[in-house]
């Protein structure tokens, strides 16, 4: 099977703009989660969505947003963007049976 | 809300000696996972626990949950080049998988 799959990989921009990443999960898993990996904050949860319906959400400022369309792929939305939202995001996707999760590799977003 | 601290964030080993890093939690936990990222790399899945007192080897990889399912460790022993990486815990305390919680996780290096 193909891995989780994440774009863009690289992604700049400025202070105030608004990005979308997307990411597909491996064929099958139904649940997609989304972390934001720093160096001082570590891997952080900002959502996970199961069947297009948020199941749970981290505790992050309503400028982050997600859905979840019928094939399971997901996105992901940043609005307002501000300088401390520079991290590696990283979408991991998950079976019903098993609990382990597979990531992708992430789209590292810049912003200046 | 819920932590769980992961010691140490840094280990410098010779090739050859043993590493072992900790995860512990104020709160009872459901199950533990453990992840491995290399370098530039996301996070791979390495194992999960459940139950009290569970111990689980994969080769030179030694997993433990503590009976109070509070803590866990992972031990590797004679710890190889290819060992480089950073070691993630990540909590489950119930619930969906959404609610993993990781730890800031811990950055090994090898000298050869």
């Known amino acids: 099977k193909a891995g989780v799959t994440q774009t863009p990989r690289y992604l700049i921009k400025t202070r105030g703009q608004q990005v979308t990443l997307s990411c597909s999960p491996i064929?099958?898993?139904?649940?997609v989660s989304w972390y934001q990996q720093t160096p001082g904050q570590g891997l952080q949860f900002l959502f996970e969505?199961?069947?297009?319906?948020?199941?749970n959400k981290g505790n992050f400022p309503g400028r982050f947003s997600g859905r979840q369309f019928s094939n399971s792929r997901s996105e992901m939305n940043v609005s307002t963007l501000e300088l401390g939202d520079s991290a590696l995001y990283l979408c991991?996707?998950?079976?019903?049976?098993?609990?382990?999760?597979?990531f992708g590799p992430g789209t590292r977003l810049t912003v200046l | 809300g819920q932590q769980v601290m992961q010691i140490p964030q840094y280990q410098h080993v010779q090739e050859g000696e043993d590493f072992t890093t900790y995860c512990n939690s104020s709160?009872?936990?459901?199950?533990i996972q453990w992840y491995k990222q290399r370098p530039g790399g996301h996070p791979v899945f390495l194992i999960q626990?459940?139950?009290?007192?569970e111990v689980k080897k994969q080769k030179r990889l030694t997993f433990q949950f503590g009976e109070a399912k509070k803590n866990s460790s992972l031990h590797i022993t004679a710890t190889q080049t290819t060992d480089v990486g950073t070691y993630f815990c990540?909590?489950?305390?119930?619930?969906?998988?959404?609610?993993?919680?990781f730890g800031k996780g811990t950055k090994l290096s090898v000298k050869p």
């Open positions: 064929s099958g898993h139904r649940s």
């Open positions: 991991a996707s998950s079976s019903t049976e098993y609990n382990e999760q597979f």
């Open positions: 709160t009872t936990l459901s199950n």
């Open positions: 626990l459940v139950k009290s007192g």
């Open positions: 969505y199961f069947s297009e319906t948020q199941r």
């Open positions: 990540a909590a489950n305390y119930g619930g969906s998988q959404g609610n993993l919680i």
